[in-house]
């Protein structure tokens, strides 16, 4: 059999067809497929998306607050099958009773890739499934690096060792962004397979050449599109070293998404930096495309401590934009091979010298921005990452 992308349309839907079901469960997904402004609910439709287009039949599971399950076609071919969740105002281990009845009457052979990272329900479907013997893969769409259990360790550590890892181990495999993340699982002790499916764009998310911004203008524009959530993001690690940027270069920060509850205290240390009228706050913009939101600045900022692959950070690319990431976000294999930006420890001093040597390349900017934009439009189309994955699948359950 031909490996990865090199399968040809007939290999697809013979690998597509020894699958008579393949699930997606996320639990809060867009009942009607109409919006998705996350970059989890947009990675689970894409993946979807890519998979129907390789013949698969792909159904969407999630569960919300409302009157009656209800079942809905996708404009992307796949369905979604929305089942009723009593309201609950924190993470829950409790399914919707209509799903766990449906679960137990699924068709053999079914595969179900279930969504989430230190989730009760993920947890919660991991053991109903395996009960009923129906295989599953757990795909985290976050990297187990040690960062993550600094914030609130004496919740998640706990919960690692008492439910996750146990968890991980019993599954048919581990998706992640990024082989590099494999490491992490090792390091814990996870024995599962572990496959490696990154991001991809929508044909939407292309943005036309003409409608990036210049690139020539002051002060240079930095930005930053996503949850505004100070650890895991990075943005005090950012906003220091702005800091010590705008102190020799003329810069302009933006900090755009919904706030996570940290808003206010990313403000207090803008003013506390004396930047309160270089950096800007603002809400997220749905109505407008990632790409088409980045195109109108210069620099695009993804400085987390910890990072499953950023899709914000990939529309930057379509956009043509150059970029400063983190080492540990998927995507940033790709900004290093396509040199359409930097890599950058997450550290304050990290994050600085990147910045710094961004602005001493912008003669670069403009071949760099097109670099990104092609590697990308080349590498990480839905439909070829789902052809790859679909190999992978069909070697686990067979």
Same mark, same amino acid.
């Given at each position: 059999?031909?490996?990865?992308?090199?399968?040809? +349309?007939?290999?697809?839907?013979?690998?597509?067809?020894?699958?008579?079901?393949?699930?997606?469960?996320?639990?809060?997904?867009?009942?009607?497929?109409?919006?998705?402004?996350?970059?989890?609910?947009?990675?689970?439709?894409?993946?979807?998306?890519?998979?129907?287009?390789?013949?698969?039949?792909?159904?969407?599971?999630?569960?919300?607050?409302?009157?009656?399950?209800?079942?809905?076609?996708?404009?992307?071919?796949? &369905?979604?099958?929305?089942?009723?969740?009593?309201?609950?105002?924190?993470?829950?281990?409790?399914?919707?009773?209509?799903?766990?009845?449906?679960?137990?009457?699924?068709?053999?052979?079914?595969?179900?890739?279930?969504?989430?990272?230190?989730?009760?329900?993920?947890? =919660?479907?991991?053991?109903?499934?395996?009960?009923?013997?129906?295989?599953?893969?757990? %795909?985290?769409?976050?990297?187990?690096?040690?960062?993550?259990?600094?914030?609130?360790?004496?919740?998640?550590?706990?919960?690692?060792?008492?439910?996750? &890892?146990?968890?991980?181990? +019993?599954?048919?495999?581990?998706?992640?962004?990024?082989?590099?993340?494999?490491?992490?699982?090792?390091?814990?002790?996870?024995?599962?397979?572990?496959?490696?499916?990154?991001?991809?764009? =929508?044909?939407?998310?292309?943005?036309?050449?003409?409608?990036?911004?210049?690139?020539?203008?002051?002060?240079?524009?930095?930005?930053?599109?996503?949850?505004?959530?100070?650890?895991?993001?990075?943005?005090?690690?950012?906003?220091?070293?702005? =800091?010590?940027?705008?102190?020799?270069?003329?810069?302009?920060?933006?900090?755009?998404?919904?706030?996570?509850?940290?808003?206010?205290?990313?403000?207090?240390?803008?003013?506390?930096?004396?930047?309160?009228?270089?950096?800007?706050?603002?809400?997220?913009?749905?109505? &407008?495309?990632?790409?088409?939101?980045?195109?109108?600045?210069?620099?695009?900022?993804?400085?987390?401590?910890?990072?499953?692959?950023?899709?914000?950070?990939?529309?930057?690319?379509?956009?043509? +934009?150059?970029?400063?990431?983190?080492?540990?976000?998927?995507?940033?294999?790709?900004?290093? %091979?396509?040199?359409?930006?930097?890599?950058?420890?997450?550290?304050?001093?990290?994050?600085?010298?990147?910045?710094?040597?961004?602005?001493? +390349?912008?003669?670069?900017?403009? =071949?760099?921005?097109?670099?990104?934009?092609?590697?990308? @439009?080349?590498?990480?189309?839905?439909? &070829?990452?789902?052809?790859?994955? @679909?190999?992978?699948?069909?070697? @686990?359950?067979?």
């Amino acid at each position: 059999m031909k490996s990865g992308v090199d399968l040809d +349309r007939s290999d697809l839907f013979t690998i597509a067809g020894q699958f008579m079901n393949l699930y997606l469960y996320l639990r809060h997904f867009p009942p009607q497929g109409d919006r998705f402004n996350e970059g989890l609910t947009k990675a689970v439709h894409g993946l979807a998306s890519g998979l129907v287009e390789c013949g698969a039949s792909v159904t969407v599971l999630c569960e919300a607050s409302a009157t009656e399950t209800s079942v809905h076609q996708s404009a992307a071919g796949y &369905k979604i099958h929305c089942f009723v969740q009593p309201i609950q105002h924190r993470p829950s281990f409790t399914l919707s009773p209509e799903l766990r009845q449906f679960l137990r009457q699924l068709d053999r052979p079914s595969l179900v890739i279930l969504n989430g990272i230190l989730h009760p329900s993920v947890y =919660a479907m991991s053991r109903l499934l395996r009960r009923q013997k129906v295989p599953y893969i757990i %795909a985290p769409h976050d990297p187990y690096n040690p960062a993550i259990f600094k914030k609130n360790a004496h919740l998640k550590l706990p919960y690692w060792y008492l439910l996750e &890892k146990r968890m991980l181990n +019993r599954a048919r495999a581990v998706q992640v962004l990024d082989p590099r993340h494999e490491q992490w699982l090792r390091q814990l002790g996870v024995h599962s397979a572990v496959i490696a499916t990154p991001n991809g764009f =929508a044909t939407e998310d292309v943005v036309v050449e003409a409608e990036a911004g210049a690139i020539d203008r002051d002060p240079v524009r930095l930005f930053f599109l996503g949850r505004i959530e100070t650890y895991n993001k990075g943005l005090d690690l950012l906003l220091d070293a702005f =800091a010590q940027v705008k102190q020799q270069h003329p810069v302009q920060l933006t900090l755009q998404g919904p706030d996570w509850g940290d808003r206010a205290t990313l403000e207090a240390q803008a003013a506390q930096l004396g930047m309160a009228e270089h950096v800007t706050f603002l809400p997220p913009d749905y109505d &407008k495309s990632p790409a088409l939101l980045a195109a109108h600045h210069d620099i695009f900022c993804i400085p987390s401590r910890f990072e499953g692959f950023s899709m914000a950070a990939l529309e930057a690319m379509l956009a043509g +934009r150059v970029l400063l990431v983190s080492e540990i976000a998927g995507i940033a294999p790709y900004v290093q %091979a396509s040199d359409c930006g930097v890599v950058v420890q997450p550290t304050v001093e990290g994050i600085r010298q990147g910045i710094g040597e961004l602005l001493q +390349r912008r003669s670069q900017w403009h =071949a760099m921005g097109q670099r990104g934009r092609w590697y990308a @439009l080349e590498h990480l189309q839905w439909d &070829k990452i789902a052809a790859t994955a @679909l190999k992978h699948y069909q070697q @686990l359950v067979s």
